[in-house]
């Protein structure tokens, strides 16, 4: 295969050369090295990409470290993953608190810290060093094993395609025996290679659908090289391109054959060189994909200095492809005027489910996106929650037409429950009387929960959001649940007894709306804190956390 061209300069700090600092230790002897048979880094991937909570270090004698102390360890290299001041300098502000904690279990230290970089900043990487242990000490290169959160849960193969082109990718399936979604996931041009990991921890786009509580598969294709900017006037890289989409479109059928995906049901993402290869595949397979989330992308569509008739062109057959195009308007990187003449060209053919998002400097800069980083625009992205939960309820028949929301009535345990669904619940496990009541708020419900919510609102365990509204498709979080919670216990005569204690919520403040209903609902211990003394009031709802709160709410007996 012929390689793509490289010849493209990176503003993106995250292409900056890495400078190495070498450690000198304490001198250890034979028998205090020893000691030590492995160490363990724990890490994830947070919105800078892979970054280290704890550490686990196997020692062979447990009882030579009993007196052992947080205050024995120093880090250094440690930071948060923005590498950029607001001059655009390359800086590591390492922490001035280490946020070490110690605890011990058989022969294994496990060492919690304040997350930081893995395996460190542009400047420097990681070192630990322990003055009064010094065989405890160590830095990347002592490392033996990394345990990485979700991403180890990717399966590694590869796949040659009826055209010849191997793919090598990457797999999480979903734990359901049925077909469920598929997330196909195109990573961004520094993310290129065969280590068969860049692409999964670069930054949170292979893991945030399953850590958002989505019950989905996630493909993830790591391409070998990338590819030119306007590779759309590109005749030797464009085929190359069409090829790899032609494989991966055939990978993704396969998937489908063996059951594992609901074609109803793929979604398409993408981030910089993802973004653009987003635009080009859904050109290439536009009845394949229910929706799409474009992010930062590259100009692969046509010329952002021209004029928007090019871009109508090219975009002609996706102008029902449900979809969300975001981008920073001053990215450094990508010109986020591919972006916006994408949008125009398919609203202005009649697209009416395409939305389009630019982060202006002063949102960036406050996010602390400074220079380069005005590139990451896939951060905020990535945490709209809004904007995830509205693509996985898109749906489309096998005839290519896309449809509303899947089948809402049905709770799934790893999804967020939505108003309505939690009505239906209550309803039925509450047996709720029947109502001569109809639905009575202004904005419309799924003929299903009509009824449910007319009960649940006679019952006062559930009102409207306000200005006569229910939002039947509104997900809902702890705090909300809790107020619903506390409405049912009052239903049931449940009463705290008289001498319990007020619950210490750091997240939870005395005046907030949902205080009582929160204390009310830990203490009779059908939702509790998520950790000791955090609640969590944002966190949203899910299918099964819903099912273990009915379980709690029918163990409550009356006071």
Not at 198 to 225: K, M
Not at 364 to 378: A, E, I, N
């Amino acid at each position: 295969m012929k390689k793509w061209n490289q010849g493209i300069k990176h503003v993106s700090c995250m292409l900056a050369l890495t400078l190495s600092l070498s450690v000198i230790w304490p001198g250890t002897t034979g028998a205090e090295s020893a000691q030590v048979s492995q160490i363990q880094a724990n890490t994830y991937v947070g919105d800078p990409g892979e970054m280290v909570e704890s550490f686990d270090i196997t020692v062979a004698d447990a009882e030579k470290y009993k007196n052992l102390k947080a205050s024995d360890f120093d880090i250094t290299g440690n930071y948060d993953g923005y590498p950029l001041n607001a001059s655009g300098e390359i800086v590591q502000d390492n922490y001035e608190d280490d946020g070490i904690t110690l605890s011990m279990k058989d022969h294994t230290i496990h060492m919690t810290v304040k997350p930081f970089k893995y395996p460190g900043g542009l400047k420097s990487e990681f070192a630990v060093t322990n003055k009064t242990y010094p065989e405890l000490s160590f830095d990347k290169k002592t490392v033996n094993q990394v345990k990485t959160r979700t991403v180890d849960e990717f399966e590694k193969a590869q796949f040659t395609a009826s055209n010849g082109v191997t793919l090598t990718y990457n797999l999480k399936r979903s734990p359901s025996k049925e077909a469920k979604p598929l997330m196909v996931w195109l990573h961004g041009g520094g993310e290129v290679g065969t280590d068969g990991r860049n692409h999964l921890t670069a930054n949170r786009g292979a893991v945030v659908w399953t850590e958002s509580g989505y019950d989905t598969s996630v493909l993830a294709v790591q391409y070998p090289e990338n590819y030119s900017f306007k590779i759309y006037n590109n005749a030797e890289q464009l085929p190359i391109m069409q090829a790899y989409f032609d494989a991966q479109y055939e990978l993704i059928q396969k998937l489908v054959a063996e059951g594992e995906v609901d074609p109803e049901r793929i979604y398409l993402s993408g981030v910089s060189s993802g973004g653009g290869g987003a635009f080009r595949f859904l050109t290439q397979y536009p009845d394949l994909f229910a929706g799409a989330m474009i992010v930062a992308a590259k100009d692969t569509v046509a010329d952002y200095t021209g004029s928007v008739d090019a871009f109508k062109q090219e975009l002609k057959g996706i102008v029902d492809v449900p979809m969300w195009i975001m981008h920073a308007q001053n990215d450094p990187t990508t010109d986020s005027r591919t972006s916006s003449l994408a949008y125009q060209a398919l609203t202005e053919m009649g697209a009416k489910k395409v939305h389009l998002t630019l982060y202006d400097d002063t949102y960036m800069d406050s996010h602390r996106f400074y220079g380069g980083l005005k590139h990451w625009s896939w951060v905020p992205a990535f945490n709209n929650k809004e904007v995830i939960a509205s693509l996985f309820k898109l749906h489309k028949d096998t005839a290519g037409e896309q449809k509303g929301p899947s089948s809402e009535k049905g709770v799934q345990p790893t999804e967020p429950v939505t108003r309505a669904q939690i009505a239906v619940v209550l309803a039925d496990a509450l047996q709720l009387p029947a109502v001569t009541e109809t639905y009575s708020y202004v904005d419309s419900a799924p003929d299903w929960a009509a009824q449910a919510i007319a009960k649940v609102t006679k019952a006062g365990l559930m009102k409207g959001i306000g200005n006569q509204m229910f939002a039947p498709d509104s997900q809902v979080t702890r705090a909300q649940m809790a107020m619903i919670v506390d409405h049912i216990l009052a239903r049931k005569d449940w009463k705290p007894a008289t001498d319990s204690a007020e619950l210490k919520f750091g997240d939870v403040n005395s005046k907030h709306w949902a205080y009582e209903a929160i204390q009310n609902s830990a203490r009779a211990n059908v939702i509790t804190g998520v950790s000791k003394g955090k609640f969590d009031m944002t966190q949203t709802v899910t299918g099964s956390q819903l099912e273990q709160i009915m379980q709690r709410l029918e163990q409550v007996g009356t006071k």
